[in-house]
Nanobody, 115 residues
Framework: QVQLVESGGGLVQPGGSLRLSCAAS????????MGWFRQAPGKQRELVVK???????NYADSAKGRFTISRDNAKNTVYLQMNSLKPEDTAVYYC?????????WGQGTQVTVSS
């Protein structure tokens, strides 16, 4: 069983920055793919960025140049550094991990970008 705990969300002004964290517990392999999705009110959940099992990183077009994903395998933690935030980035952000037994999700953390 894998558990994911997210933190770091909050309210930020347009142009500001936030860093989200996702700590995984349980039987974790550094080879597992991890990433972040987000879901805005009234919209479908969408991929923000992912690290594949091969170590490749794929960003959504909306995240390129502004968001950076990183991973600390020693801490079983993945981070999402978000810069130059826009009101349209407002959403609940969910991290996930892909394991041989399936995909696990965190509980979500709210990010609100507003003046």
């Amino acid at each position: 069983q894998v558990q994911l705990v997210e933190s770091g969300g909050g309210l930020v002004q347009p142009g500001g920055s936030l860093r989200l964290s996702c700590a995984a517990s349980g039987s974790i392999s550094r080879l597992y793919g991890m990433g972040w999705f987000r879901q805005a009110p009234g919209k479908q959940r969408e991929l923000v960025v992912k690290i594949t099992t091969g170590g490749n990183i794929n960003y959504a077009d909306s995240a390129k140049g502004r968001f950076t994903i990183s991973r600390d395998n020693a801490k079983n933690t993945v981070y999402l550094q978000m810069n130059s935030l826009k009101p349209e980035d407002t959403a609940v952000y969910y991290c996930y991990i892909d394991t041989p037994s399936g995909r696990y999700w965190g509980q979500g953390t709210q990010v609100t970008v507003s003046s």
